[in-house]
């Protein structure tokens, strides 16, 4: 990825690609720009991080997302979005992190499930659970 992030990031934009398995793609965001730099969806990449809204409330949650990622481990935020090929939000949970140490600095990287059962904190806990 180190040595070609660009093209890495252009791979993210393909909804069959290697970054995308059935409803769950890695997206990545520019949160010092304050943009979508990559994303399956030609309707999400390049909009602004503040115009990521929950599709139940209609509450921004591009800004948490910014701000998991800021974390030393990265987070996970909630939030409802609709599946891929699906007009109905459902119940969606993302990871976010810096990928400074992995392939891009000022990029923060995501990927996320659609999950029902699984808490914010239960997340957060198994991944500070494995990073020991």
Known sequence: MKASADATLSEFDKKDGKWAWKDTYVFALDCTAGTVKAHPSEKVKGIKVTELKDKATGKEFGTALCEAAKKTNGGWVEYWWPKP???????????VHSAEVSFKPDIQVGAGIYDDKMSVEELNKLATQAKQ
């Not at 090929?85 to 990871?95: C, D, H, L």
């Open 85 to 95: 090929g699906e007009a109905k939000a459902s119940r969606k949970i993302s990871f």
